[in-house]
């Protein structure tokens, strides 16, 4: 037995059985869904950091989440079947050839083919940008120092010089 390992003990969570960690008499899981969940966890705060999204379903009981600018995707599966989600606008992503969204009535994320989308023109219209449409994308530089300072809630000057270029980001 080691001297710290009082720390690295976990026990099964009571309310989804995910392994978490008990700190004093309350059990405190990794699990985002569970009511266990350590959710008001203290971030770092910094000057440049800027506010998350506020349309994640964070508090929502599973299956009560409603958008807050309801948008309806239609989409084809693999299959051939038509299937249509109600997701929120403001959640949208672009990456590559797929479509990332929020959608109702679970609030969880999903990410579909762009091709697959039938009304895609009216999604993306609705999506938000990253950039401007007559302005050329990030070089590979300029997207690992924006993503880097996001993900780390940090800034630098490099990082305000390219920020100012894409606002979006």
Request: charged content about 20%; glycine content about 6%.
């Amino acid at each position: 037995m080691g001297w710290f390992d009082f720390l690295k003990s976990t026990v099964p969570c009571p309310a989804c059985g995910t392994p978490a960690r008990k700190s004093g008499n309350a059990v405190v899981c990794p699990n985002p869904m569970c009511r266990n969940f350590a959710g008001d966890q203290p971030t770092p705060t910094s000057g440049g950091a800027r506010p998350s999204a506020p349309s994640k379903p964070a508090n929502a009981p599973r299956g009560q989440w409603h958008p807050q600018q309801p948008l309806t995707v239609r989409y084809r599966n693999f299959r051939g079947e038509e299937q249509i989600y109600t997701a929120d606008a403001d959640s949208c992503r672009r990456a590559q050839n797929h479509i990332s969204l929020l959608v109702a009535p679970t609030g969880r994320r999903i990410t579909l083919r762009r091709d697959r989308i039938a009304n895609l023109s009216e999604i993306e219209a609705a999506c938000a940008q990253r950039v401007a449409p007559d302005q050329a994308w990030p070089t590979p530089r300029e997207r690992q120092v924006l993503n880097y300072h996001k993900k780390h809630r940090t800034t630098s000057p490099l990082y305000e010089r390219i920020r100012a270029k894409y606002p979006n980001w």
